[in-house]
Antibody, heavy 120, light 107 residues
Framework: EAQLVESGGGLVQPGGSLRLSCAAS????????MTWVRQAPGKGLEWISDISTSGTDMYYADSVKGRFTISRDSARNSLYLQMNSLRAEDTAMYYC?????????????WGPGTMVIVSS | DIQMTQSPSSLSASVGDRVAISCRAS??????LNWYQQKPGKAPKLLVY???GLQSGVPSRFSGSGSGTDFTLTISSLQPEDFATYYC?????????FGQGTKVEIK
């Protein structure tokens, strides 16, 4: 069964850093484009970043560009999100998700999420 | 950015009701529109992709329609497990964007 599990969330002070991880299992991780989506408490969904199968093409929402870096390690079947210069507005549940399509974007497998709280 | 507007923001319905949720894009997105269901404390679940494609394992009472700027998610006969929040998601423009959500509650 295809599965994603995030980790690395927690409480961090404004200006601090966190690295989120997403462990994939049950599918050939290296052949799927991957993404990060976040959801602030009580709010809607926000796409923040995705990465190509090779890891050479990365895209970011303007809200995180220059502060967050997405990466992947196919040997470890893992996706990462390095988050620097964190702000209160980055407080959210962070989900990793899989895109199963070659020429389309939709997310068919999601992890349960990891919570990031940015507060002093 | 392409703005996605869902209506209504919430609705109350009874088991067995036919329910329709609308999603309107601020510019054409052809058929690059997905629908997700999210229950409290859970991750979203893909229901419909490319406006009308039913995701594997999703009950046939769910259907999607539309193209261009106007889309609809229809639940033909609401079941107890369908009470949740539904989001539309456009992937035509960059950045991809989501609607604000429609909460379906029990009447």
């Amino acid at each position: 069964e295809a599965q994603l599990v995030e980790s690395g969330g927690g409480l961090v002070q404004p200006g601090g850093s966190l690295r989120l991880s997403c462990a994939a299992s049950g599918f050939t991780f290296s052949t799927y484009r991957m993404t990060w989506v976040r959801q602030a408490p009580g709010k809607g969904l926000e796409w923040i970043s995705d990465i190509s199968t090779s890891g050479t093409d990365m895209y970011y929402a303007d809200s995180v560009k220059g502060r967050f870096t997405i990466s992947r390690d196919s040997a470890r079947n893992s996706l990462y999100l390095q988050m620097n210069s964190l702000r209160a507005e980055d407080t959210a549940m962070y989900y990793c998700a899989r895109n199963p399509f070659r020429d389309y974007i939709a997310f068919d497998i999601w992890g349960p999420g990891t919570m990031v709280i940015v507060s002093s | 950015d392409i703005q996605m507007t869902q209506s209504p923001s919430s609705l109350s319905a009874s088991v067995g009701d036919r329910v329709a949720i609308s999603c309107r894009a601020s510019q054409t997105i052809r058929t690059h529109l997905n629908w997700y269901q999210q229950k409290p404390g859970k991750a979203p679940k893909l229901l419909v992709y490319a406006a009308s494609g039913l995701q594997s394992g999703v009950p046939s009472r769910f259907s999607g329609s539309g193209s261009g700027t106007d889309f609809t998610l229809t639940i033909s006969s609401l079941q107890p497990e369908d009470f949740a929040t539904y989001y539309c998601h456009q992937t035509y423009g960059t950045p991809q964007t989501f609607g604000q959500g429609t909460k379906v509650e029990i009447k």
